[in-house]
């Protein structure tokens, strides 16, 4: 006959376990206290979001606010060059209504703003048309690239008003040789971008395209076109810069509306405070212009994984 022992632990052991709830009240008190770091942690969030803010924001503003003491300090003592209170106040007067019409000579600065913005559009667009394809064609076959790229080298280095008579001379009329010219000063780094970029794609893409034996047709939009799309907006972006550069020349000669052309009729009528005004509306839709492009190629910038 088997005999079943069983254990009990002596009493001051079980005691021992036991813990004291004060004890237990004192331990469950720090987490009242942290409870108040995620409401640290979001002040410290926020202090950091406004110091990068500050960051980006204050050194152009200091910038901005030298270039204009050292223009005040430049015309203390009156002169030519009107001071920045001058410029300020027909800037007032001037945005007071800028689409304002008297006539096809004597119109607003929104409207001739928006014409040259018209011309660069119409001419940027026909050189996107022909240079993006003609780049394609240049960095595919080494024959065409070959056969090109001397012409491409003697006409590219060309100012771009050396082809307005050309476009004078072919139009017979000023608004479409300022757009010829746009058109000219606008395809080339759109055609040298694009070729760069079709050649600097991994042989290995068009081994394998070989193999499973794509058209070209497919090669271009499947292969091509996504690993070039970097190197092409490059050249949209350096195209538009070029051409927003151009007509304002382009329609100082030629004349009609656009920004060009009230600059050239302002200095005319000697009104130097709004060709100050001039000059910065030119800067502010270039960098406009450049900003927008900058933002669409940070889209299609493709890291190596």
């Known amino acids: 006959m088997s005999t079943v022992l069983a254990f009990k632990p002596p009493e001051e052991e079980v005691s021992s376990i036991a813990v004291p709830v004060a004890e237990v009240e004192a331990v469950a008190e720090p987490v009242s206290e942290l409870a108040e770091f995620p409401q640290l942690s ?21 910038g901005f606010g030298l270039l204009i003491g050292l223009w005040g300090l430049a015309t203390m003592k009156g002169g030519a060059i009107p001071s920045p209170a001058q410029v300020w106040a027909a800037a007032v007067q001037l945005f007071s209504d800028p689409f304002y019409r008297n006539g096809p000579n004597d119109q607003g600065i929104g409207w001739n703003v928006l014409s040259s913005l018209q011309r660069v559009g119409i001419g940027f667009g026909f050189a996107a048309l022909v240079g993006i394809p003609l780049g394609f064609l240049l960095g595919r076959f080494e024959t065409l690239n070959r056969m090109f790229d001397p012409v491409i080298s003697l006409l590219r280095p060309v100012s771009p008003l050396a082809w307005l008579p050309i476009g004078l001379l072919v139009f017979q009329k000023a608004d479409p040789a300022a757009t010829w010219t746009i058109f000219i000063c606008s395809i080339w780094p759109m055609i040298i971008n694009t070729a760069v970029g079709v050649q600097r794609v991994p042989q290995d893409y068009l081994n394998v395209a070989r193999v499973l034996n794509l058209p070209e047709s497919k090669v271009i939009t499947k292969i091509l076109f996504p690993a070039v799309l970097p190197y092409m907006l490059t050249g949209i972006r350096l195209s538009i810069g070029t051409a927003w550069l151009v007509i304002v020349a382009a329609e100082m000669l030629t004349g009609g509306v656009g920004i060009g052309f009230w600059v050239w009729d302002e200095w005319n009528n000697l009104k130097v405070e709004h060709i100050v005004i001039a000059i910065f509306v030119i800067g502010i839709v270039g960098l406009i212009l450049e900003q927008a492009l900058l933002l669409l190629a ?6 190596s994984r």
């Open 42 to 62: 979001a002040g410290h969030r926020l202090r950091e979001g406004l110091a990068r803010v500050a960051g980006r924001m204050l050194p152009p503003l200091i």
């Open 298 to 303: 940070s889209r299609f910038q493709y890291e």
